[in-house]
């Protein structure tokens, strides 16, 4: 499909920001974000090219949701739904509707190298 590949995404709401890494083939979607929550579900392309992402988060144990939900002490799944323009919006801020709030992401195609980040997590580490 021609979504098929890598993507680096940038996310903030209310309370903070992210980034993660998405890996699309054949419609699944896998991901991990900088904290440790997985992402998987669908990408649909639609004959216009535009792309419906159906995605479920899992939420690991003290990790706030950017869009103003409080820190849990275990994990919980949140749903992502949104209609992309072609490319996923090419890196175009996207705002998504979510309960309480809603959160502005942006999608780039990255480089297949950074798949791994996508299918087995990662780790951002701040310098002193």
Request: hydrophobic share 45%; aromatic share 8%.
């Amino acid at each position: 499909m021609a979504i098929d590949g890598t993507y680096a995404v940038a996310y903030c709401g209310s309370i903070g920001l992210g980034v993660a890494v998405l890996k699309v083939e054949n419609d699944e979607v896998i991901g991990h974000d900088y904290v440790g929550s997985v992402i998987a579900g669908i990408a649909t392309e639609l004959p216009n090219g535009e792309i419906d992402l159906d995605v479920s988060l899992l939420v690991q144990p003290g990790a706030h949701f950017v869009v103003g939900t409080s820190a849990q002490d275990l994990p919980y799944a949140r749903g992502i739904k949104h209609r992309f323009p072609p490319e996923f919006g090419d890196g175009a801020p996207q705002t998504v509707l979510l309960t309480p709030g809603t959160m502005t992401m942006m999608v780039k195609r990255a480089a297949d190298d950074w798949a791994p980040a996508a299918t087995k997590g990662f780790v951002i580490q701040l310098k002193p």
